[in-house]
């Protein structure tokens, strides 16, 4: 299959080693890719600028751009702050800060496979911000979660208690059935082999929707 990743070499290597064609146009690719980095916009999902919220105007008007001139059968994948740029693009949101994330390491991930099944692999964890999927959001799947955070901002609400009962868990892998989109929050890029295989897995999963 032919892949369009958003300017990330380590991420297109890790395509290519698995045997995915990588393609500099998006129009001819079945998998759009978008990667990592700056915060989103606030502005794209209505709140407003938390302090530790560092977002690029210019390069989430620039994805946009290519989720809304993509074709419906493309499968749209986030890889990080990508996969929150898809989750906000689904009418979903962020928690803007969050703590117990950005560890630089690895912490394990409930993953839900096809039968229903839970199993926890350990994923690359570097973020400070999470999607968040309202009810007024498209239909989404959670296939990944985890319990770590003691609390999650929004742009105006700080230091706000974590409530798993009443607002989920800290979510790490959701597929938008609908939009054929699929947000995974680690790092699968970053050399970690569970992290990895745990993604091409949900791609796989993902494909075949």
Known sequence: MRVWVENDAAIVRMFVTRGY?????PHEADILCFSGGSDVDPMFYGDVDHPETCSNAQRDVFCQSIWF???RDQLKVGICRGSQFLNVMNGGKLW???DNHAIR???PVAYLDEDCKVEYVG???THHQMMMIPATASPAE???WTKRTTFRDTGADRRKPSDFDNDGPDIEI???PDTRTLCFQPHPEYGFDPCEDLFFRCLIRAIAR
């Open 21 to 25: 064609e990588s393609v500099s146009d």
């Open 69 to 71: 001139d993509a074709y």
């Open 96 to 98: 803007q800060d969050v």
């Open 105 to 107: 390491g690895t912490h």
């Open 123 to 125: 994923c690359t964890s």
């Open 142 to 144: 959670v296939w990944g």
């Open 174 to 176: 959701a597929f938008y």
